[in-house]
């Protein structure tokens, strides 16, 4: 197999010609990083039926990533932590730019874009002891590193947009972790929370959990356009204690947790790895590839159904109400009527799907 090094030396080129928009590579929907049965791994868009629109080549696993909001350009990050995130122009599958986090940092698999592409945040913390920290990178001027804050809390993962377009909410899971092999260090300890930065990173609100749920795991983040946050988390305590693994939460105001009937709580195994509300905004869902579940619930945090399908994570807006991806390269909807099959590929696709 190319080794990543040969495989950037390959494909790092970055151009000066007009970057294409997304209607060059068949105007996808979502974004998702997948392996192939060989053990390749690669970048796919999809289309709303689950089609594929275009595929590329990643020299590693990815984990998450970012489109830019007009052109054909997304970022893959490495899986957490990581040390790399390919910036790929997707028209032509080259790495146009490779990111590296500053010395002692570690990328933490999610990013986004903000300022309507202008910059990308970045999701990072310390190799060292996990302390959280935000990175921003100006786009124009080929991914320059222009500024860094504090996440306020360690083993940050997701961080999104609020819809003041200034706002960051970020996910502080409160896990530190080894600097090499992801060995979790301070279960006991640990102190998770939801942290809203301003522009320039100073604290606006947090959010902490109660102490007997020190060990749920803050991890994924979805964001209302009226700026309520749905929050999955992965508890981390002993197993089979069946705690809720989402939560809502608006600023100012206390969280609320939402919880399944026992039985349905146990079978997610303690593990929520995507969350996502629906395209009307009136439900919010929960994946666990752990225990192929996926929960439904109204956003006043009331129970709605659960879906089995094995292996599934990957979720995201659907006209139909969501779309979800599974680890045996399945994708089907989900809408008031329950799943729907819908597309089945030749991959794995990993925990996530971005919606452009």
């Given at each position: 197999?190319?080794?990543?090094?040969?495989?950037?030396?390959s494909?790092?080129a970055?151009?000066?010609?007009?970057?294409l928009?997304?209607?060059?590579v068949?105007?996808?929907?979502?974004?998702a990083?997948?392996?192939l049965?060989?053990g390749?791994?690669?970048?796919?868009g999809?289309?709303?039926?689950?089609?594929?629109t275009?595929q590329v080549?990643?020299p590693?696993?990815?984990?998450?990533?970012?489109?830019h909001?007009?052109?054909?350009?997304?970022?893959v990050?490495?899986?957490?932590?990581?040390?790399?995130?390919?910036?790929?122009d997707?028209?032509?599958?080259?790495v146009?730019?490779?990111?590296?986090?500053?010395?002692?940092h570690?990328f933490?698999?999610?990013?986004?874009y903000i300022?309507g592409?202008?910059?990308?945040?970045t999701?990072?913390?310390?190799?060292?002891?996990?302390?959280g920290?935000?990175?921003?990178?100006?786009?124009?001027?080929?991914?320059t590193?222009?500024?860094?804050?504090?996440?306020?809390?360690?083993g940050p993962h997701?961080?999104?947009?609020?819809?003041?377009?200034?706002t960051l909410?970020?996910?502080?899971?409160?896990?530190?972790?080894?600097?090499q092999?992801r060995?979790?260090?301070?279960?006991?300890?640990?102190?998770?929370n939801l942290?809203?930065?301003g522009?320039?990173?100073?604290?606006?609100d947090?959010v902490e959990?109660?102490a007997d749920?020190?060990?749920?795991?803050?991890?994924?983040?979805?964001?209302?356009?009226?700026?309520?946050?749905?929050?999955?988390m992965q508890?981390e305590?002993?197993?089979?204690?069946?705690?809720?693994l989402l939560?809502?939460h608006r600023?100012?105001?206390?969280?609320?947790?939402?919880?399944a009937p026992l039985?349905?709580e146990?079978?997610?195994?303690?593990?929520a790895g995507?969350a996502a509300?629906?395209?009307?905004e009136?439900?919010?869902a929960?994946?666990?590839?752990r225990?192929?579940?996926?929960?439904?619930?109204?956003?006043?945090?009331?129970?709605?159904?659960a879906?089995?399908?094995?292996?599934?994570?990957?979720?995201a807006p659907?006209?139909?109400?969501?779309i979800?991806?599974d680890g045996?390269?399945?994708?089907?909807?989900?809408?008031?009527?329950?799943?729907?099959?819908?597309?089945?590929?030749d991959?794995a696709w990993?925990?996530h799907?971005?919606?452009?």
């Open positions: 197999m190319t080794s990543r090094r040969g495989f950037l030396a494909l790092l970055a151009s000066a010609a007009p970057r928009g997304w209607a060059a068949g105007s996808p929907t979502y974004l990083a997948a392996q049965p060989g390749a791994y690669v970048l796919c999809l289309d709303q039926a689950g089609g594929e275009f080549a990643l590693a696993r990815g984990h998450a990533g970012a489109g909001p007009s052109r054909a350009e997304a970022v990050f490495a899986r957490r932590p990581g040390y790399f995130a390919l910036v790929i997707v028209a032509t599958g080259r146009i730019h490779e990111l590296v986090p500053p010395e002692g570690q933490n698999g999610h990013g986004i300022d592409g202008a910059t990308l945040v999701v990072e913390q310390m190799a060292e002891g996990s302390a920290r935000i990175g921003l990178w100006d786009v124009a001027s080929g991914y590193r222009i500024d860094g804050f504090a996440s306020h809390g360690i997701d961080a999104r947009l609020m819809p003041d377009g200034r909410v970020v996910a502080n899971g409160g896990i530190e972790t080894d600097a092999d060995t979790k260090l301070n279960l006991a300890t640990m102190r998770p942290a809203y930065l522009p320039g990173g100073d604290l606006l947090m959990l109660d749920l020190r060990q749920n795991s803050i991890r994924h983040l979805a964001v209302r356009s009226d700026g309520l946050v749905g929050f999955a508890w305590g002993e197993p089979d204690m069946g705690w809720p939560g809502l600023m100012g105001q206390p969280p609320l947790l939402a919880e039985a349905d146990l079978a997610m195994r303690g593990y995507s509300f629906s395209v009307d009136s439900e919010i929960i994946t666990s590839p225990g192929g579940r996926l929960h439904r619930f109204a956003t006043d945090g009331r129970f709605i159904a879906e089995t399908r094995a292996d599934i994570c990957g979720i659907h006209p139909e109400g969501f979800a991806s045996l390269g399945g994708m089907i909807t989900i809408g008031p009527d329950g799943a729907r099959p819908m597309a089945r590929h991959c990993d925990n799907i971005v919606a452009l």
